[in-house]
């Protein structure tokens, strides 16, 4: 694994540095960006003390693309988008939230990072098990559920093999840096364009690798976890 890349690298070396770098690590894994097959495969709501809350149960995280780009040094991430719909598909709460995933390359660690907490963890194989069940994430306070109602949770989940912030900088690195005339920039920028969306993908959320709908339930049939 090599060293990271990742937040510091910019403060002490050039932006197009940084920037070239987080494309020559991204480059393999760009091209078969499509090849994996990430899905939700089941849906758990749970009632916690106070919330309504759901874990997400996935499969093939971390798929090709984030492998290579944590292989490198650099952090991967995933956006899940969690929506609480009644029996007329009305959404009653929701909650979008970010999982990042960083490697460090001197202890041949993982740190996952979550709104349910965070775990480190030794190895792709054991990544790959804190991967494969998200949460649980709340939905929506436990007093403003429908009590014996039907419901539903729709999930979304969009796989980042470059987590934003990092992507972000690459980006703004070349905008930013490609020359002092204004026309020039603007130039090479444009001409970059097309570059930096093939290896550094789209804006969070602007894509989903899975979608998946929970069957029915009501607040009566919920498990209770304290």
């Given at each position: 694994?090599?060293p990271?890349?990742g937040?510091?690298?910019s403060?002490?070396?050039?932006?197009?540095?940084?920037?070239?770098a987080?494309?020559?690590?991204?480059a393999?894994?760009?091209?078969?960006?499509?090849?994996?097959?990430?899905?939700?495969?089941?849906?758990?709501?749970?009632?916690?003390?106070?919330v309504?809350?759901c874990?997400?149960?996935t499969r093939?995280?971390?798929?090709g693309?984030?492998?290579?780009?944590?292989?490198?040094?650099?952090?991967?991430?995933?956006t899940?988008?969690?929506?609480?719909?009644?029996?007329?598909?009305?959404?009653?709460?929701?909650?979008?939230?970010?999982?990042?995933?960083?490697p460090d390359?001197?202890e041949?660690?993982?740190?996952?990072?979550?709104?349910?907490g965070?775990?480190?963890v030794a190895?792709?194989?054991?990544?790959?098990?804190?991967?494969?069940?998200?949460?649980?994430?709340?939905?929506a306070p436990?007093?403003?559920?429908?009590?014996?109602?039907?419901?539903?949770?729709?999930?979304?989940?969009?796989?980042?093999?470059?987590?934003?912030?990092?992507?972000?900088?690459?980006?703004?690195?070349?905008?930013?840096?490609?020359?002092s005339?204004?026309?020039?920039?603007?130039?090479v920028?444009?001409g970059?364009?097309?570059?930096?969306?093939?290896?550094?993908?789209?804006?969070?959320?602007?894509?989903?690798?899975?979608?998946?709908?929970?069957?029915?339930?009501?607040?009566?049939?919920?498990?209770h976890?304290?």
């Amino acid at each position: 694994m090599a060293p990271r890349q990742g937040s510091g690298s910019s403060r002490h070396g050039h932006p197009i540095t940084l920037a070239l770098a987080l494309l020559l690590a991204l480059a393999p894994g760009a091209a078969r960006a499509g090849s994996a097959a990430v899905r939700i495969a089941a849906l758990e709501p749970v009632r916690t003390d106070s919330v309504l809350a759901c874990v997400v149960v996935t499969r093939g995280l971390p798929d090709g693309p984030m492998r290579e780009t944590l292989a490198s040094g650099l952090p991967s991430s995933l956006t899940l988008s969690l929506v609480l719909l009644d029996e007329r598909g009305h959404e009653r709460g929701g909650t979008t939230a970010e999982v990042r995933i960083e490697p460090d390359p001197w202890e041949r660690t993982f740190l996952v990072r979550s709104p349910a907490g965070g775990v480190r963890v030794a190895s792709l194989e054991a990544l790959a098990e804190s991967l494969h069940r998200l949460g649980p994430l709340a939905l929506a306070p436990w007093a403003r559920v429908p009590a014996r109602a039907p419901l539903r949770v729709r999930a979304r989940l969009a796989v980042h093999a470059l987590a934003p912030a990092e992507a972000d900088r690459a980006r703004a690195a070349f905008v930013g840096d490609v020359g002092s005339n204004g026309a020039e920039r603007r130039e090479v920028s444009a001409g970059l364009g097309p570059l930096l969306r093939f290896f550094l993908g789209r804006a969070p959320a602007s894509d989903w690798n899975a979608d998946a709908t929970s069957p029915s339930f009501t607040s009566a049939t919920l498990e209770h976890r304290p």
